[in-house]
C-alpha cells in the first residue's frame, strides 16, 4: 500500500468489507455461533509456549478473521515486523531502530544497528548485572560502614519504573524473602518517605533508573535519596556503594555523582516502556536472581520467535491485535480489560497502561498526517475476583461494550499449601464463570423459567455476547511472564502497525513537563508566568494563599 493509501485506511477495500461484514453479524449472537459449531471450543484456539489461548468466545466468524488477516496483508504489518527485527528505523519520528527483541537474542545471534552488532554488548550488560546481583545477595556487595545490603530502591518512573515493579509483585514467590524491595516513583516526597522511613541507610542500595536521566520526577527524588543516606552516613564516599544507576546517558549520570563504573547500560533503540527486560530490571534480577531473570529472557524469546515465524493464522500477536482493531474500530469500543486472575499480577494491568497507551496513543500516523480512524483503547483492570465486586456489573449489563482478556493460572504459586491452596478452585471457578456468563448471558425464557416476578425479568436478564480472550498458562513462572509481555509487545505493535502510528515516540507527555518547569517558579517565588491562562493563574493564586505565601 502506498502512503496515500496508508493515511485512507478507513477507504481502502479491505476496510470497507470489514465494515459490511460487521453490518451482517449485527444480529448474531455467541450462542448461535456456538450452536452452529460444536468444533468451536477447541478450534478457536492457540497454544503458543506455556499460553493457551482461547479466543471463541468473540464475536467473529472464519470469514471475520480472514477479512482481519488481510486487512493486516494490505498494511504490510509482517513487512514492518521484520524491519523491527532487522533493525531498520522503524521509530521514524526519533529516526532510532527498536530493539527490545535484541535484549532477548541469544549470544550468538547477530542484529546490527548502523553497521553495529548490538548482541555482544547486550550480554555483556547481563553478565555485569549478574556479576552484581549475585554480589549483593551474597552480601558479597557491602554498603559504606561494611553492613550487608538488606534493602534496595529503585527510583524511576514510567519505563523506568513501571515494569520492574510490576514483575517483581508477578514474581514475589522467586524472591529473596530477607531482601527488601521497594519501587519509588512518585515526585511527591511521600512516596520516598515511605519507601525509607522504616530503612537503615547503612543497609540500604539505591538503583536510580532513567534512560535520559534528565527526567525532573527521578532526578529530584534520587538527589534527596541521596541526601537522606548522607545525612546518616556523613560521607561522601557513602555514595559509590549504595547508589548504582541505570541508564543510556552515562555524562548525566557522572554529573549527579554516581561513578559510571557502577552504571548498567542500555541503549537509545530500547524504548521505556520495553526496557525492563534491559538494565532497568536490576531491582528484579537482584530479587529473583540472574538464573531466574534469564529464563524470563527465554520466555521473552519464545514469544519473539512466535511473532517472528508463525503463519498469519496461528500467531497469537497478530491475531489479538486485530481483534482488538475489530473491536476499536468497527465496533467502537473505547477501552479494553484486563483482568488476571492471580493477585500476583496486581500490576500488570498498570504495566500494559503504559506499553498499550503511550505506543498508541496518537492522533497522527507515521506521515504527520490526522488519522481518520480510532487509535489506542483505554487499558483498565484489575485482578479478579476483586472487580467482580466492583465494576463488572458494567462489563455485564452497561450500555458500552468492553472487549476483555482474563488470564489464570492452573497451580496457584508452590508456596500455597492447605487451605490456602485448594482456595485455587474457587478462584478458577470464577474466572470461568465470568466469561461463560459474559459470552452467554442468561434469555428472558431461563429468567422466567426461575419463577422471578414478570416486573423483574429484564433487570435479571443479561444479553450476552460481551466478547473475552481467556488465557491460561500452567504456572506463573519467570518464562512466563517474559511470555506474556511479548505477547502483549507484539500485540501493540501489530495495531500500530495497521493505523500507521509510530508506537514508539511519545510526544504527547511532552508539553505537561515543559509547562511544570514554567508553572513552579509561580508556586514557589509567586513569580510573573507570561502567557498564563486565566484559569490556571487563578488555582495558582489559590494554592499559595492556602499555603500562606
Ligand atoms: O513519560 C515519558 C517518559 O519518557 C516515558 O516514556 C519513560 O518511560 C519515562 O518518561 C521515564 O523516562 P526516563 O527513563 O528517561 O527517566
Redesign the pocket.
Known sequence: MNAEGRTRLNQTPEWTALAKHREELADTHLRELFAADPGRGEGYTLQVGDLYLDYSKHLVTDETLRLLRELAAATDVFGLRDAMFRGEKINVTEQRAVLHTALRAPRDAVIEVDGENVVPKVHAVLDKMSDFADRVRSGAWTGHTGRRIKNVVNI???????GPAMAYEVLRAFTDRDLTVRFVSNVDGADLHEATRDLDPAETLFII???????I??ITNATSARSWLLAALGDEAAVARHFVAL?TNAEKVAEFGIDTANMFEFWDWV???Y?YDSA?GLSLMIAIGPERFREMLDGFRLVDDHFRTAPAEANAPLLLGLLGIWYGNFHDAQSHAVLPYSHYLSRFTAYLQ?LDM?SNGKYVARDGRQVEWQTGPVVWGTPGTNGQHAYYQLIHQGTKLIPADFIGFAEPVAELSGELKAQHDLLMANFFAQTQALAFGKTAEEVRAEGVPEELVTHKTFQGNRPTTTILAKELTPSVLGQLIALYEHKVFVQGAVWNIDSFD?WG?ELG?VLAKRVEPALTEGAEVPGLDASTKTLVATYRQLRGR
Open positions: 524511576g518512573i514510567g519505563g523506568s519504573d513501571l533508573a532513567s534512560k535520559t536521566f534528565t527526567t520526577e527521578t541508564s524504548g521505556g516502556r526496557s532497568i503504559q503511550e511519545q507527555v513537563k
